[in-house]
C-alpha cells in the first residue's frame, strides 16, 4: 500500500471511529506527534489517544487534499463544523511509523462545545 492509500484507509477507518483499526495502521513503535501536546512513542499510546479523543468528541475527517512524496504523506483537511488542520505521515513497512498533526486544538474545544481543560490555559 503506497503512503498516499495508507492514508485513504486512515481516514476511512477514523471517520468510523475504529480505534483498534486505526492504531493496528502504526507501527509497534511509532511516534505520533500532535503538535498540541507532547508526542507520544508507540501504538498502544496512540490506540489510549484515539480511544481518549472519540470518546470525548464526535470527529469527521474531510479530505482537501492527499499529497505523496516518496515514503511521506500529507493530508489537508477540515471538518464539518470548518475546523481545519494537516498532517504529515511517514510510511515504513507498510506502516505508519511517523505523524505529525496541525490543528487549533481551543478551536476544536469550542467548536465541540467542550470544556477547556485547565491545564490548557496554563
Known amino acids: 500500500m503506497s503512503p498516499k492509500q495508507l492514508v485513504q484507509e486512515w481516514v476511512a477507518r477514523f471517520n468510523r471511529a475504529d480505534v483498534d483499526g486505526l492504531a493496528a495502521l502504526y507501527a509497534v513503535d511509532a511516534v505520533n506527534h500532535q503538535v498540541v501536546m507532547e ?3 508507540g501504538r498502544e499510546a496512540i490506540r489510549a489517544m484515539f480511544a481518549a ?3 470525548r468528541a464526535r470527529m469527521t ?3 482537501e487534499h492527499i499529497f ?3 515514503d511521506w504523506a500529507i493530508l489537508e483537511w477540515r471538518d464539518p463544523t470548518g475546523l481545519r488542520g494537516c498532517g504529515l505521515f511517514r510510511v515504513a513497512g507498510g506502516e505508519i511509523a511517523f505523524q505529525r498533526g496541525y490543528f487549533d486544538q481551543l478551536a476544536f474545544f469550542r467548536l465541540q462545545g467542550l470544556p477547556v481543560p485547565e ?3 496554563e
Open 61 to 63: 475527517c474531510i479530505v
Open 53 to 55: 479523543e472519540f470518546g
Open 119 to 121: 491545564r490548557y490555559l
Open 68 to 70: 505523496e512524496d516518496g
Open 39 to 41: 508526542p507520544l512513542h
